[in-house]
């Protein structure tokens, strides 16, 4: 595989970018990394900043290059980086980093005082399906007792990264980078319902879910949760968006509100940076 078609399908799933040279590897090679999107300082701070914590630790991988748009967050990291002595060039245009001939607080104290707790976790992934949950790297029915517990038996992903990229096989990565790709739509897909949406009385909603028993337990949570955190509903209402359907293969809306909700799956591109829709 090419240097560049691995690097069109690692942009796809997220962040960071190899920078290796285009040549083959041997076992004692540096690979490069630039960063793009670093996010907040904040707290635990954004994915980009523990994904660079996270690839300092591999052997053999240096961060080369950061890229944000937010001058704050951009020169915050690359301080860090100057403080370690480390040599990095920052980027506010990620466009730039491409072209280029290379390629906090204390968190968990605050999210006890803020957090509620869903299935027994308060700060973490939570996937509930109908006969039971996953948590905590275990599964569970409905009752809460453990029917399995997993075990990490294969290296991180971002070292399966690095590997994939040092050997140039990129089937041997953990997921597709479709995969990234399919899992950033959906989020798009509930921020564009959010964006068409409109204020709307908690009754209101209720009757909107209907029959829905998974989405009216779930919207029950999230009452109580705010509630809990003095937030006041009638003062400020949620937003109810529309349901929207996608089509999968032209990755485009259809039916009621398409039009409108079509209209927020990209932008307009200011010359020259543009990114072109080559699935239109």
């Given at each position: 595989?090419?240097?560049?078609?691995?690097?069109?399908?690692?942009?796809?799933?997220?962040?960071?970018?190899?920078?290796?040279?285009?040549?083959?590897?041997?076992?004692?090679?540096?690979?490069?990394?630039?960063?793009?999107?670093?996010?907040?300082?904040?707290?635990?701070?954004?994915?980009?900043?523990?994904?660079?914590?996270?690839?300092?630790?591999?052997?053999?991988?240096?961060?080369?290059?950061?890229?944000?748009?937010?001058?704050?967050?951009?020169?915050?990291?690359?301080?860090?980086?100057?403080?370690?002595?480390?040599?990095?060039?920052?980027?506010?245009?990620?466009?730039?980093?491409?072209?280029?001939?290379?390629?906090?607080?204390?968190?968990?104290?605050?999210?006890?005082?803020?957090?509620?707790?869903?299935?027994?976790?308060?700060?973490?992934?939570?996937?509930?399906?109908?006969?039971?949950?996953?948590?905590?790297?275990?599964?569970?029915?409905?009752?809460?007792?453990?029917?399995?517990?997993?075990?990490?038996?294969?290296?991180?992903t971002k070292q399966n990264f690095i590997d994939a990229?040092?050997?140039?096989?990129?089937?041997?990565?953990?997921?597709?980078?479709?995969?990234?790709?399919?899992?950033?739509?959906?989020?798009?897909?509930?921020?564009?319902?959010?964006?068409?949406?409109?204020?709307?009385?908690?009754?209101?909603?209720?009757?909107?879910?209907?029959?829905?028993?998974?989405?009216?337990?779930?919207?029950?949570?999230?009452?109580?949760?705010?509630?809990?955190?003095?937030?006041?509903?009638?003062?400020?209402?949620?937003?109810?968006?529309?349901?929207?359907?996608?089509?999968?293969?032209?990755?485009?809306?259809?039916?009621?509100?398409?039009?409108?909700?079509?209209?927020?799956?990209?932008?307009?591109?200011?010359?020259?940076?543009?990114?072109?829709?080559?699935?239109?």
């Amino acid at each position: 595989m090419k240097r560049r078609q691995f690097l069109k399908g690692a942009l796809a799933t997220g962040t960071t970018l190899s920078l290796t040279p285009r040549r083959a590897f041997s076992a004692n090679d540096e690979t490069r990394l630039g960063v793009i999107g670093i996010g907040s300082f904040v707290k635990i701070g954004g994915k980009g900043r523990g994904d660079i914590r996270d690839f300092r630790r591999i052997p053999g991988v240096r961060v080369v290059a950061l890229c944000d748009c937010d001058t704050d967050h951009l020169n915050y990291e690359v301080n860090l980086f100057q403080r370690r002595n480390e040599p990095v060039k920052p980027y506010k245009d990620f466009r730039r980093l491409l072209d280029a001939d290379y390629r906090s607080g204390n968190w968990q104290k605050n999210a006890n005082q803020t957090m509620d707790r869903f299935r027994g976790v308060r700060t973490g992934t939570v996937v509930a399906c109908e006969g039971g949950y996953l948590a905590d790297g275990a599964a569970y029915d409905n009752e809460g007792t453990q029917i399995r517990k997993f075990t990490r038996s294969r290296v991180s992903t971002k070292q399966n990264f690095i590997d994939a990229v040092r050997s140039r096989d990129a089937g041997s990565l953990h997921a597709d980078a479709l995969e990234g790709h399919l899992s950033c739509g959906l989020v798009h897909m509930a921020n564009i319902s959010h964006r068409l949406g409109r204020e709307t009385p908690n009754e209101e909603i209720r009757d909107a879910i209907g029959a829905e028993h998974e989405l009216r337990e779930s919207f029950g949570r999230l009452e109580r949760h705010l509630t809990e955190n003095r937030i006041n509903l009638r003062e400020e209402p949620l937003m109810l968006g529309p349901m929207l359907t996608m089509d999968p293969k032209k990755e485009r809306f259809v039916g009621p509100f398409s039009g409108k909700a079509n209209q927020l799956v990209s932008r307009q591109y200011r010359e020259p940076f543009v990114v072109r829709d080559y699935a239109a």
